[in-house]
Structures are given as C-alpha cells and as structure tokens.
C-alpha cells in the first residue's frame, strides 16, 4: 500500500535520486529540460508515493508552459524506483495527478513519451504543437483536461511567461 502525498522540499534528494536512477544523470540534457530552466515546478502538482514504511518508491512532477498564446502543463518526470515497477504505481500517480489538474482548473497536459504506452493514461499525439528540437514530433503527446482543451492550440511550446 502506497501514500502518495505532496512533495515537500525535504524530498528533493530522494526524488532526485529515483530520476537519475530511472533516466540517468544526463536527462537534464534533453530539450524537455530547456523548458524548465529557471521556472518552478507546479507545487501542488508534484507528488511522492511512500510505501508503509515511508520509503520513497515514485514521484511525479509537472511544469507551467506555453503552447502558442496558450497556457498548459508539462508532465515529467514520472518516475518509480526499479525494485517498485511492475506494481502499478505509476499508473496510480498519473491518475491521481492528472485528477489533481482537472480539479485545479488545468485544461492541456503535455508529455514527451512513447505513444503507444501512453495511450492507456488518455494521451495522444497533438498535431501542430512543436516542443524545442531534437524533439521527435510522434513523442509529442497531450491529454485534454477539459473538453476542446486542444482545439484551436497550435505553436512552439516555451517556457511559462508570466502575464
């Protein structure tokens, strides 16, 4: 049994640790990350799952960003520790993240990821919408938080502007 709570800033390492253990100490290389420099996670959006013992066994983050004049989420990392995969658990802090958005009033999420793996979680490929390059644009896929939350959103995705 997992609790999944909010990451608090005591966390950090811990998450820290199970990123470069699931996608190693270069993924702060790829295009995805450009985004995030200088910008702040979406506090009430990140999220620890502990097991009874308070081990930290997944995590999940998301990112404010620009899709063309549009506002939206950037998913990622989802990690879960390699001795935890198998069990579910990342499927549980998606759903409960992605339920989190809605409720927050979110309408667009992005991710860069494997289509056909992502699809199970409502995420599709979006035309139009360009993540930075060397982005394989059949990796670029969005889910809808509400209806229409894609339609019309077309453009270059950017880091978060404050308006």
């Known amino acids: 049994m997992y609790q999944i709570t909010l990451e608090q800033a005591a966390d950090w390492w811990e998450v820290e640790a199970i990123f470069d253990t699931a996608f190693g100490p270069g993924r702060t290389g790829l295009s995805s990350y450009r985004l995030r420099d200088g910008v702040l996670p979406v506090d009430n959006l990140c999220f620890v799952a502990r097991d009874e013992m308070g081990i930290l066994a997944g995590c999940i983050r998301f990112w404010p960003i620009q899709i063309g004049d549009h506002e939206g989420l950037l998913l990622g990392p989802i990690a879960v520790h390699p001795t935890r995969q198998g069990e579910g658990l990342g499927g549980m802090l998606m759903a409960h993240a992605l339920?989190?958005?809605?409720?927050?009033?979110?309408?667009?999420?992005?991710?860069?990821?494997d289509a056909s793996y992502y699809a199970r979680f409502g995420f599709?490929?979006?035309?139009g919408v360009e993540m930075p390059p060397p982005t394989n644009p059949d990796r670029v896929l969005g889910q809808s938080l509400v209806p229409g939350g894609f339609d019309d959103?077309?453009?270059l995705v950017q880091p978060w502007k404050l308006k």
């Open 153 to 155: 959103v077309t453009g």
């Open 124 to 127: 599709n490929k979006v035309d």
């Open 99 to 113: 339920d989190r958005a809605r409720e927050l009033g979110w309408a667009r999420v992005l991710l860069v990821g």
